[in-house]
C-alpha cells in the first residue's frame, strides 16, 4: 500500500454510532483525560520550539458554561482519550497556554507527527462547516447541535431540516506525455511555482468526467487512460482531494478559461535543475508529481528539490 497523504489514515476511532448516546458524551465530558483541540480565526494551537506539536487543551481549562454539547464537538477517541473541537470566539487569541500559539495550519502540516495533522484538520474541517450553517437553509432560523455535534437541526419545529457536515469532492491530476508533465500556475501563487491540474467536481459529472473536463478547460489538452492514485482530505476549508494520472492525446498547450495564468510541459530534467518550484510536500499534489518523477529512474524528487509550505496568504 502507498504512503498516505498528510491529513489521511485511521487516526483515532471517530467512534459514529455513539454520537446519539447522551451518557457516553456526558462521561466523555467528565472524563480527566479528554482533551479538546482549539480554534482560534480557524487557527491551530502549536507548541513552539523545534519541533512543533499540536496543543490539546484539558477540558478544566475551557469556561463551564461552553463545556456543553452545544458547543463541543466530538471527535472520536485515541488511546484512552477522547477528543473534541471546540472554536474559540473572540476578536484576540487567549493566552491557553505558555510556549504555545495559534498557527495557519497549511504551514506547519509537514513537520506535525501525521496523526497530529490529521486529528487538527479534522478539528478544522468540522468546526468550518459548523460556522457556516449557523442558519437553516431551507427557513432560515437557527440551527442547533445535535448527535454530539455531527448535525444541525433547524429550531423551527415546523421544519426541522437536519444538515450533515459536507465535503467539496475536487479532482487533481498529473498529465504526462512520454517524458514530460503538465504543470500550471495561478497568478496568486508565488513566483516560479507550478503545480497538477485541479478543479471541483460539478453536479451529475463523474470523478473521470471532471478530470477531462478541467484539463481541458484549463490547458486545451485532451486526455485519456485516466488512472485513480489516491484521495486527501483538504480541510481549507472543507474539500476531499481525489488525485489521478492522466496520459494526454493532444500536446498544444491553449489556456482557455483564465483559471491559469501559465501552463507548460516539464521533463524530469527540468524538475531536478529546480525548473520549477514545485508545491509543499504535504499537498496531494506533490505527491503526484513525486509519483511520477520517482517511476522514470533511479533518482527520487524529494532528494533533489526542496519544497516551503504555502505562504500565510493563501
Not at 71 to 99: C, H, K, N, V, W
Not at 102 to 126: H, K, Q
Not at 264 to 292: K, V, Y
Request: net charge negative; glycine share 6%; charged share 25%.
Amino acid at each position: 500500500m502507498q504512503q498516505r497523504n498528510i491529513f489521511a489514515g485511521p487516526y483515532l476511532d471517530r467512534a459514529a454510532h455513539l454520537r446519539e448516546d447522551p451518557a457516553w458524551f456526558a462521561a466523555a465530558l467528565a472524563d480527566e483525560r479528554s482533551r479538546a483541540i482549539p480554534l482560534w480565526n480557524s487557527r491551530n494551537l502549536i507548541a513552539e520550539g523545534d519541533a512543533p506539536r499540536a496543543v490539546y487543551v484539558e477540558l478544566a481549562h475551557i469556561p463551564p458554561e461552553r463545556r456543553s454539547s452545544t458547543d463541543l464537538i466530538l471527535l472520536g477517541q485515541f488511546g484512552d482519550t477522547r477528543y473534541f473541537a471546540y472554536d474559540i470566539e473572540s476578536i484576540e487569541p487567549p493566552p491557553l497556554l505558555p510556549g504555545a500559539r495559534f498557527e495557519d495550519l497549511r504551514l506547519v502540516a509537514a513537520v506535525l507527527p501525521s496523526d497530529e495533522a490529521g486529528l487538527l484538520g479534522y478539528a478544522r474541517a468540522i468546526i468550518s462547516w459548523r460556522r457556516r450553517h449557523r442558519f437553516c437553509g431551507t427557513c432560515g432560523a437557527q440551527t442547533l447541535p445535535a448527535k454530539s455535534g455531527h448535525v444541525l437541526i433547524c429550531s423551527d419545529p415546523s421544519c426541522r431540516h437536519e444538515q450533515f457536515p459536507r465535503i467539496d469532492p475536487a479532482i487533481i491530476v498529473l498529465v504526462s506525455h512520454g517524458e514530460r508533465a503538465l504543470l500550471g500556475r495561478q497568478a496568486s501563487w508565488p513566483i516560479g511555482r507550478y503545480s497538477t491540474i485541479a478543479g471541483f467536481v460539478e453536479p451529475g459529472e463523474s470523478l473521470e468526467d471532471a478530470v477531462a473536463r478541467e484539463v481541458f478547460e484549463e490547458t486545451g489538452i485532451a486526455v485519456d487512460r485516466i488512472e485513480y492514485h489516491s484521495s486527501q482530505p483538504w480541510p481549507f476549508p472543507a474539500s476531499l482531494m481525489l488525485g489521478f494520472t492522466a496520459h494526454a492525446v493532444t500536446t498544444e498547450v491553449r489556456l482557455q478559461d483564465q483559471e491559469l495564468e501559465d501552463a507548460r510541459w516539464f521533463t524530469r530534467a527540468d524538475l531536478a535543475s529546480n525548473g520549477a518550484m514545485l508545491p509543499p510536500r504535504q499537498s496531494i499534489s506533490f505527491s503526484l508529481i513525486e509519483h511520477w518523477f520517482d517511476a522514470g529512474g533511479d533518482t527520487r524528487l524529494r532528494d533533489v528539490h526542496g519544497s516551503a509550505p504555502w505562504p500565510q496568504s493563501r
